[in-house]
């Protein structure tokens, strides 16, 4: 399903050469296990069975432990001979567990969290919170990364470049408003279409050019056979559009399922796996907004 959002993804051969540095903690000398680092500026994951890691796991010798960074920010380590999106190697995001219990950064000179490009944010105008819950990749991909945002608010979204893994695309999935980020951001299922089952995507990249690739769409998963949602309207919708029109390629397009009904986009006929989205790019690093609103 996340392949929707290939249009975003280039491959980059990125650096391997760099050392590996120890990070030595007392707290983290477990044999069965690498601890969360909570001084790091890391924003720890309660709502699964991770042990505060961006995975529905513990971290384990010999294995890679994604984690989450607060909103705007990117995750900077992984397996640096993993180069292009393929499994096993996708999963191998974040620090490294030896086999005796202690963390590894594979990427020295890389911080933690790096900054992403600060070019796309959402605007809630609705009367509730919105969590948009992005994926983890490279990880397993479970929509775990929190964005919460407030009502009358607005937040800054992760937008990665072409120096970020792979070269791929950050990707949210937009839950209703008044769902939190503990309820939303995790594999959902067909009870509430929360998390995976949520109505709405969206993604976000920039080129070495300065250009931002923006998507917003209808999940392809909401109007799947065995959803018990792909006949119902949600109660909110979503509008994308240019901060600068002079420096935009596309037109502002909007899901609102009142105006336009079931997997609808105005002013677009872009259809993946069935399901309607739209692009815009702006360009010359100027930004986007994704703004939700009430119906």
């Not at 983890?136 to 964005?147: A, D, Q, R, S, W």
């Not at 909401?222 to 509008?239: A, M, Q, T």
């Amino acid at each position: 399903m996340l392949a929707n959002l290939s249009i975003f993804i280039t491959l980059a051969v990125l650096a391997t050469s760099a050392p590996v540095e120890h990070v030595h903690h007392a707290h983290q000398k477990r044999a069965a296990q690498c601890s969360f680092p909570t001084d790091k500026g890391l924003v720890k994951i309660t709502n699964v069975n991770g042990d505060g890691w961006a995975q529905d796991k513990s971290c384990t010798p010999g294995n890679y432990c994604p984690y989450a960074c607060p909103p705007g920010k990117l995750m900077a380590q992984w397996n640096p001979k993993v180069t292009s999106y393929s499994y096993p190697g996708s999963q191998d995001g974040g620090l490294y567990c030896n086999d005796n219990g202690e963390l590894e950064t594979p990427i020295s000179d890389h911080d933690y969290c790096v900054d992403g490009k600060g070019t796309a944010s959402v605007k809630n105008s609705a009367s509730k919170n919105v969590a948009f819950c992005q994926t983890v990749l490279p990880g397993n991909e479970e929509m775990l990364i929190p964005t919460n945002v407030d009502s009358s608010s607005s937040q800054t979204l992760a937008v990665p470049g072409t120096d970020y893994w792979a070269s791929t695309a950050s990707h949210f999935y937009i839950n209703p408003p008044g769902v939190s980020t503990d309820e939303g951001c995790q594999w959902g299922s067909t009870s509430n279409p929360y998390g995976n089952w949520s109505p709405y995507v969206a993604g976000f990249n920039m080129d070495d050019s300065g250009n931002t690739f923006a998507k917003i769409g209808w999940n392809p998963v909401y109007f799947e056979d065995s959803s018990p949602f792909k006949n119902d309207k949600p109660s909110f919708g979503v509008r994308l559009s240019c901060n600068n029109g002079d420096k935009c390629n596309g037109n502002a397009c909007e899901i609102n399922p009142q105006k336009y009904g079931l997997n609808k986009v105005s002013g677009s006929d872009n259809v993946s796996d069935g399901a309607a989205w739209c692009v815009l790019t702006a360009t010359d690093y100027s930004d986007v907004t994704v703004e939700v609103f009430d119906l």
